[in-house]
Each structure stands twice: as C-alpha cells, then as structure tokens.
C-alpha cells in the first residue's frame, strides 16, 4: 500500500510538473542572461506648440517654438507649462531639477508630466476614461517636489518623444534646468548599414523598424515600452528575427526563451506572456496556441545564428511538449481541431480554424528542422510523416481549387490570413499561393490584416511565393505609409484607412513603438534584390 | 603699497566672513552629529467615513466603520476608495501592496493618496486653491503602481492620521494590503512621566505636548513635519525647553546649533531658518532679529542642560555678533531701535518696538550669564552695564503708570505681548508685571496672543510674576481647549474662538503638528507644584 501510494504521489508529481527540476535550473539560467541596458542622457531638441491640423496624423501637430535655449534661465513660475520635443521615441526616465532663481525654494512644488508616443497625446484628454484597458497605461504623473538644485528622477519608465509639464503647484521663481531622459536599451552596437544607393523610403523604412526594434530591446524583447511593457512569445519571433539583421544580441533571444521555459505550467505548457517584476511570472491561463508553436522557431532561428546547440537541446523538451499538444488535436482524416484554443493571428475577427492548419504545419516542419540538427531525429519521425497526412486533410477540407482559396467550411468569410498560412505551412504549393493571395487581396469581402502582426506574415507568404513585387510594394504602402505620417518607431496597429484604429476603444491607448511591426528591417536585409535595388 | 593692498585684502575679507574657518568645521560637527531616526511600521486602528458635523472641530468628523479586517482581502476594484486611520499623528512614508486575487496584475494601477493631520484635510477640497502658500504643501499625491505583491514605497515623507485612497484607474482585482506608515522620529525614548494622581486633563496635554515634540523631533528640529518641514531657531529655542523634559536628546540641539553657525552670513549675522535638503542652507535674506536673540538661551540652556561647556566656547562668537548687533542699535536714552528688522512675536498684528525692547534685555542677561560661565565674562562687562540703561530708557519711554501698561508711544493698541516682554526682560517688577497682565488681559481692543508660541511666552511672563493659578488656568483652557477639540498634536495656530482661523488664507494649510506648541510638557515638569497638583 505505501508503494502504491508511492506511485501515485509520483505520477501525481509527474503530472504535475513535467519538467521537475529543469525550471529551476532554466530559472537561473534566464537569471545569469539578463542583458545590461545601456543608459544615454537624451536632451530635448525643441518647445513645441501641438495645434490642431486636419491634415496631420490624428489631427494634431507639433510646431517648433523658440524658448528651448532659455529654459533653463526663464522662470516657469510664470511659464506654468511647456512642452518639450525630445526628436526620437525614448525609453526611459525622466530626471531635472529645479534651478533656484533669486530666493530659495521655501515650500513644494507640484508637477504635472505628461509623456506620449505621438502629438495627439498631448492634446487628447484622457478624462473622462474611454478605453477598455487600464486608465493607468496613459502616462501622466503627478509629482511633489521638496528641494531644489538637485537632479530629480521619476520612478517610472515612459515611453515617448513629447513631454508636457505643468505647473500645478509653487510659488517660487525656479527654472527648469537639466531636463534629460535617462534612456536605456538593450540593443548595443547596429552591425548592419544600407547603402546609400537603396531608395530613400526603404531607407527610411529601415530606420524606423531599427528604432522601434531598439525601444522594445530592454531587460526582455517587451512588445511595447509604452504598452504592455513586457514578453509575448509572438513579438519574440519577430524581434529575433529583427534582431539577427540587425543588433544581434543573440543573449537577450536566449533569456526570453529561458524565461518562458521556466515559466511553463505544470503540464508544460508555456504561456503567452509574462511579467518580470517583482520576481518573473506568466500570465497565468493566458495560453496562445499559435504563439507556444512559434518556439520551436524562435529556438530554430537562435540555433542557426548561435550555433549554441547546448542551448537547443536544452529547450527542446519545451519544444516537444507544445507540438505533441498540437499533434494531439490531428483528427483521422488529417486536418487539426482548432476548438477550445485561443488562436491570434491578428487583430482582425476571423475564421482561425483554417489558417490553423497552417500554423501547425509550420511549426511541424520547423519542429523536425530543429531535431535533427540537434540529433533528436528520431524523436520526430512520426511527425516528419504526418505532415503529409495533415497537408492532405486541410487541402480536401479547405481548399477550394475553383476559387483558388482556403476556405472555412462553416461559411465564415475568406480571410488573408488563411491563405497565408497555408503558404507558409506548405499546405499550398507557391503557385497556388500566389494565385489564392491574389485573389483573395482582390475580394471585397475579404477578412484583411488588421496589424503590423498580420502584415509580417503576409510578406512572408508573398516572398515564399515568389511575389517579390507585391512584397516590396506592400511594405512600401504600409510601413512607408506610416513614416509618411510621422512615425518615429512602427505602431501595434495601423490602418491606412483610418488614423483613430486602436484595439482597445481609445485611440491614444494603441501602442506607437510595438515590436511586432519592426520586421521591415529584416526582409530587407534578408531579401536585398527584392527590397534594396 | 603691496602691504596697503595686502591689508586692504585681509580688512575685505574679514568683512566678508567674519567666521572664516570656522563656518566649514562648524558644518562638519553639524554631520557628525545628524541624529539616527528610529523606524516604526504603524498599522491603520480602522477604516473610517468623513461626516459632517456641526458640533466637531471645523465641521468634520471621522466614524469608524468596518472593513479594516477585512481590506487586505477585499477587491479595491469594487471599493475604489478608502480612508484609514492611523490612531495617531504620524511622520513618515507610506507603504503598502497590491495583492493580487486572481488573475495577474497585467496593467498599471493609478491610486491618488490623500493624506490629512484632520478629519478636515479629508473632506475639504484643495482646489481651486485658495491658499497664500503653496499648493504644493497639501500632502495629495498620484502614484501610478506597475507591479502586484511587492512593497511600494511612496516617495515622500508625509505628516498625518489620515489617509484616503482613491483607485484612479486600474481594472483587475486587487486588494490594498500591508498598508502601513514607516514613521520616523529621532526622540528617543521617553525620560520622564507622570503621576497618576495628576489630574486627567493635564495628563492629556502632557501626552499631546509629547506626541508634538515627538512628530518634530527629525534629523532636525522641524517646526511642523508636514510644514514648514524646516527648522526655526524660534521653534527650536522651545523645542529644546520641552527636550529637557522629556526625550532629552541633546545632540540634536547641537546638531541644530552647529548647523545655524555654519550657516552664518558673511557678517556672521543668523538666518532665522534653514533646510537641510539637498545641502544645508538657509533661507538666505531671511533675518528675523527676535529669533537670533535667542540663539544665546539655546545655547545657555544646552549648556545648562550638558555641561558641554567646549561647545559653548565653541559657539560663543557667533551669539557674540548676534548681540553686538543688538547693541548697536541702542540709543543714547536708553531705548533700542526697532526700525529695520522683521520683528517676530506672534502672527497677531502688533507694534513690535516695546516687546522688542524686552526680547533684547532678556538676550543681554542670557547672554552675559552665559559668558560668566564659559569664563568670557570679561568680554561682556559693558553689556551687563547696558542692562541698568536700557530699563531706565525704556522704563521711561513705554511705562505708563497710570494705566499700569507698557504702551507705544506711536498710539497703537496695547499688547499682551509687550507686558509679557517687558516681564521676561525684567523691565517691569514681578509686581508691576503681574498689574499689567491683568490690565491688559482685561481690555477689550488689546492685542492678544494669537498662536502657541506667544501663549508659551504668556506663560512663562506668568509663573515670573507668581500667577501661577492664571498660568495653570490658561494652559487648561488653551492647550486643554485643543485636547478637547481632537487634537493628536498641538496646532501651530489656534484661536478658542475660530476653528477656521489659519495664518494663510485656507485652513487646511495651518500646520496641525507645530512644534512651537510643544511646551506644555516643559512647564508641568519645571513647576510641578504649579500644575500637577
């Protein structure tokens, strides 16, 4: 009976945690790989005026006006407000002080800051709260002062290229001198350069997914410094991606996927994100099936750069958990069971069923990539075979070869991204790629990428299948469109259409440095004849 | 002509500093000798509600209500707002967790803290201000809190029982736990106490008198710790009295002694404040001549106190210059100009010239008694002569016997103040002193003390004259009028007959914790036969 209870009680702990000992030891790997953050003192370049223009990006501008050289001798007692332009998106904290002019500082002042990404957020009031998410993601602080001349830090981070400070509260004469961001990365040293010879837009293109990629690169790849400041494994992909034509810091790619290793559930299973403070943690429940498939690319990518197969075969655990969850759902007739799953691929509501099937496929030929180059081949090989049997299954469930077009059997409208999923997991051979996305681009009725997110993967598709030119023209239309709006770093979402399009019903909550629009950089590097003649 | 200009020089420079080395040395034993501040967690005694009501100080009272069991369990979510009390005044900086219940905290939290001496400060709304100071001393903050289940300190140091907190933006379910105060004080422990056999009343404005020195007592002296939050030579002369009595930390007297001659002027004259944040210095321009007169008694009664008779040498120049300066400006009659300097008596409106003559004979004896006991008696030999011609002149000048009443020849009001001076100083005879308290405590347009500080000297003009039953009556009624009214700590302003009167134009300004109030315990203990029967 005691053995038996013995059993149990191990198989219970089995269970309960497939990786025993391992998150441990992963823990203080992700420990031992935090990156260093450099720190540069970042000075405002001009005082702005933001007046309203229908003509620019959300109704707003921001107009130069003199008053930058006298700062730090004009007194902001009877200033009471100004707004600084720091002249590039900025990650980080904010320090000053306040320079006694005459008369010592002899009672508190009252500061009001308000940092934002774009000019509309220094003019848009945030009360009464509109959005769905946390009024606490709009960055305005209040703040006491006691002493002058000495330097004052804000505890928090911001994410911004304006600043707003009011005065709330004082009366003495002070100036506001030695205004600096104290801004930090990760990113280190570019390794990469365009010539000069390469068009201006894609020049320009490249630069600001350099920056956007740059802002993001902290202590974690964060999908955004202004929001949600943290991990998803989905931004990972693509910032490692990023990261190789660019920074290269192949470390900060090992500590992210050494925190989500540590971070698995019991049963395995990684979650979608996770938080670094105060100790890491996940989002616990917050499981995204299309995002815990992307490891075993995030680890394949780090491989082929690294050559650190330690690294691989030490995470390959976490790898094979995901994919035998997905294997799992592959039904007898070989397409894969897409319910009770949250499955992201943008923004955009849609049919996630059928561009499903392609995601699994895609991480099934990565999956195997990767065991073998780890010796783990023979760990794969009914996988190896049953992408044969899936390929077969959701070409004769959804494929639809008189319209050219995966297709939901339920009805649900084409999307875009069903076609580029089928693409990228081979499901459609490149012809019937490239025939499926123009058709579908051209159907009115069409679901259509609705973020930077969705748009990666449609170059992908686009260059798999040989569209060299609608690739290049699409990333000129959508990120170029974005920097001829004024962007310093890529937004979380985007719709040429429409300047207001935000996910979460206030627009100034959208995200305008978000990683996963920071992809430019890589297609151009990875694809020079296609992008940079 | 090189030693002309030589002496030219040192003549200059001499004028320009007339310490010279000793300022810097001055301020180093002042670092030596920062006193350690005792750390304390307090816990809030309850959850309360803010209601109006007519019959309580300033209309306002606080009713205990449920939910202080129950806080670090309940979803602040759902509550949204929150006032605790803390029992007592307290002096520190807050402390406090977000404990998530459930799901993780997954965006930032924005709380706004209201933090109150009075049920009043609770309920009152600071804008639009209508204050003659700052704003900015209103202890109202905003905090924008990214983490869950860690400590979260707030930044600055309050002064308060009361705290309301406001959930200002935030959606995911979290309790506020762990609330607590980190109060600070250098007092030490308590030396002394009472009988029981005291009566309660006296025993009560003993223990506020206490708590009032106590909430003072920082790394200096403060004469309120949530304002001026600075140190006052007038509030420290008294501050020290109470000391003797009580925690008897004599090295913070020291500590505040050092720090006002290093902050001498270039003519060695004092400021009549100082702040210590982010270097020590003084509120230069600031001269109050009342205040520097009385640097001498600090150091006589810490001497006194001590013993310490190096640092009294040490020290002597600087109430040397102090009482030249005094000396300077007596007349060939008798009398000491009064013109040209701020005055300060009490925040009561009156004509300064006859107290001042008082406060300038009370300096004169202190400081000749302190000379004769440093063994600098040679030094002040004339000054002890100029005590004879200052009373004759001044006798002459502002007594009117008729009306028993030392009056301004200028024709304004009578004062209680300048019957009190003229005690203290030894103008009037403890006969004629006490016929002048009580003609003009009778009088109707007289000017009356209008703050604690002045009552102090009201006192102690009293117990010289023998009147000591008027003494102990006035302390009940006026310090006891406080006790009975609420206070924790004594005010720095309080008039019997206004619960709204405050020095600057908004009540809540009014400093509830003034240490200029604290000498209540002083006099219990030096005249027990007095007050503790």
């Not at 959300?58 to 902001?76: H, V, Y």
């Not at 979380?492 to 978000?514: I, T």
Request: hydrophobic share 40%; net charge negative; with cysteine.
């Amino acid at each position: 009976m005691c053995a038996v209870i013995g059993l149990a009680g191990f198989a219970n702990a089995a269970a309960q945690d497939v990786f025993g000992d391992c998150r441990g030891r992963w823990m203080e790997i992700a420990g031992q790989t935090i990156p260093e953050l450099t720190v540069t003192e970042v000075s405002p370049v001009s005082v702005v005026e933001v007046v309203a223009d229908t003509a620019a990006f959300q109704g707003w501008r921001c107009i130069p006006k003199a008053g930058l050289d006298t700062l730090s001798e004009a007194n902001f007692r009877r200033i009471r407000s100004v707004t600084l332009d720091f002249g590039r998106h900025l990650t980080g904290r904010l320090k000053f002080r306040l320079k006694t002019l005459g008369d010592v500082m002899d009672a508190p002042v009252k500061l009001k800051f308000v940092f934002g990404e774009t000019p509309a957020e220094m003019a848009e009031p945030f009360d009464p709260w509109r959005g769905s998410l946390s009024r606490g993601w709009m960055q305005d602080e209040m703040l006491t002062v006691d002493a002058a001349d000495c330097d004052i830090l804000l505890d928090r981070r911001m994410a911004f290229r304006y600043l707003r400070i009011e005065l709330f509260g004082g009366n003495f004469d002070f100036a506001l001198d030695g205004v600096r961001c104290l801004a930090t990365t990760s990113a280190g040293e570019l390794k990469t350069a365009l010539d000069n010879s390469c068009p201006k837009i894609i020049r320009d293109i490249n630069d600001v997914s350099l920056a956007t990629l740059r802002e993001c690169m902290q202590t974690v790849y964060e999908d955004g410094p202004k929001r949600d400041r943290r991990l998803w494994i989905g931004d990972l992909y693509l910032e490692s991606l990023a990261g190789r034509y660019s920074y290269q810091n192949h470390q900060l790619t090992k500590h992210c996927l050494y925190l989500f290793a540590a971070l698995t559930d019991n049963n395995g299973r990684l979650l979608a994100d996770l938080f670094e403070h105060p100790e890491p943690h996940p989002q616990w429940g917050t499981y995204c099936f299309t995002y815990s498939l992307l490891y075993s690319s995030i680890l394949l990518e780090y491989l082929n750069d690294t050559g650190d197969i330690g690294t691989a075969r030490d995470l390959w655990p976490v790898v094979k958990v995901q994919m035998e969850d997905a294997v799992r759902r592959v039904r007898d007739n070989g397409w894969v069971d897409a319910s009770r799953a949250w499955l992201f691929f943008d923004h955009a509501v849609l049919d996630a069923e059928v561009p499903f099937q392609g995601a699994v496929m895609f991480a099934l030929e990565q999956t195997c990539e990767l065991a073998r180059k780890i010796g783990c081949g023979d760990q794969v090989e009914q996988w190896s075979k049953l992408q044969a049997k899936i390929r077969k299954g959701a070409r004769k469930r959804y494929y639809n070869p008189r319209e050219h077009l995966m297709l939901s059997p339920g009805g649900a409208p084409a999307s875009v991204h069903a076609q580029i999923w089928a693409i990228i997991g081979g499901i459609l051979s490149p012809k019937e790629g490239a025939r499926a996305l123009e058709t579908v681009l051209k159907k009115e009725d069409a679901v259509r990428p609705a973020s930077p997110y969705a748009m990666h993967y449609l170059l992908e598709a686009m260059l798999r299948c040989g569209m060299n030119e609608a690739a290049r023209s699409t990333m000129i239309e959508y990120w170029g469109g974005m920097v001829r709006k004024g962007a310093d770093t890529f937004w979380e979402v985007y719709d040429p259409a429409d300047d207001f399009r935000a996910p979460y019903g206030f627009y100034p909550l959208n995200s305008y440095c978000h990683a996963w629009s920071c992809t430019p950089t890589y297609f151009i590097f990875k694809y020079p004849e296609v992008f940079q003649k």
